[in-house]
């Protein structure tokens, strides 16, 4: 079955540009979207089709996709973005999950 | 305000069978994709089960296949899924989700509910 890799954590200080990568193989052949969970919260979505941004999820969030890993950056991270982050692709007639990265404003 | 909210979870012997319900508002059911995603508490996310927009054909996680079902109900606007044959390992927060886009999916879940539990023990 596929599966989509993410790092457990990522730490990153106020002010500062946090990158979380999502790897599958030939991931760039599909459309990935990115959720964000804070605890005790239903997943929001932030980014999807690889780069668009849903109404509503500030301009800091961008989202890449080519060759094997996705990407989501967030530039200029606030406390507020600390969170875990999902990627989430189709393949073969199932959504497949990413294994979650926790992000960490220090 | 478009919403979907879960009800039906609950503690379930291993075997035993449970119906999950999922009342959407704000928009119709009929015009849009609709899943099914759990988490284990602390864990993270896995689909379950999904249902096309235009009713074209469903879909199940391999761990659930033959005994989950996802169906709806276009008069109620809702969406069910049935657990049978239920195991310790199906414990988990359900969450019912919309998929963007309508007949056009984005191939993301833009609408959550906050989920119902679930708990398989003897």
């Known amino acids: 079955s596929y599966e989509l890799t993410q790092p457990p954590s990522v730490s990153v200080s106020p002010g500062q540009t946090a990158t979380i990568p999502c790897s599958g193989d030939?991931?760039?052949?599909?459309?990935v979207c990115w959720y964000q969970q804070k605890p005790g919260q239903s997943p929001l979505l932030v980014m999807y089709?690889?780069?668009l941004r849903p109404s509503g999820i500030p301009e800091r969030f961008s989202g890449s996709n080519s060759g094997n890993t996705a990407t989501l950056t967030i530039g200029g991270t606030q406390a507020v973005d600390e969170a875990d982050y999902y990627c989430?692709?189709?393949?073969?007639?199932?959504?497949?999950f990413g294994t979650g990265t926790k992000v960490t404003v220090l | 305000e478009v919403q979907v909210v879960e009800s039906g979870g609950g503690v379930v012997r291993p075997g035993g069978s449970l119906r999950l319900s999922c009342a959407a508002s704000?928009?119709?059911?009929?015009?849009?994709?609709m899943n099914w995603v759990r988490q284990v508490p602390g864990k993270g996310l896995e689909w379950v089960s999904g249902?096309?927009?235009?009713?074209?054909?469903?879909g199940h996680a391999d761990s659930v296949k033959g005994r989950f079902t996802i169906s709806k109900d276009s008069a109620k606007n809702s969406l069910f899924l049935q657990m049978n044959s239920l195991r310790a390992e199906d414990t988990a927060l359900y969450y019912c989700?919309?998929?963007?886009?309508?007949?056009?999916?984005?191939?993301?879940?833009?609408?959550w509910g906050r989920g119902t539990m679930v708990t398989v023990s003897s």
């Open positions: 989430q692709a189709w393949d073969s007639r199932s959504y497949v």
């Open positions: 030939n991931l760039g052949n599909k459309y």
């Open positions: 249902m096309n927009w235009n009713d074209a054909g469903t």
């Open positions: 704000g928009f119709t059911l009929d015009d849009y994709a």
């Open positions: 989700a919309r998929e963007a886009g309508g007949s056009s999916s984005k191939q993301a879940f833009d609408v």
């Open positions: 089709q690889d780069t």
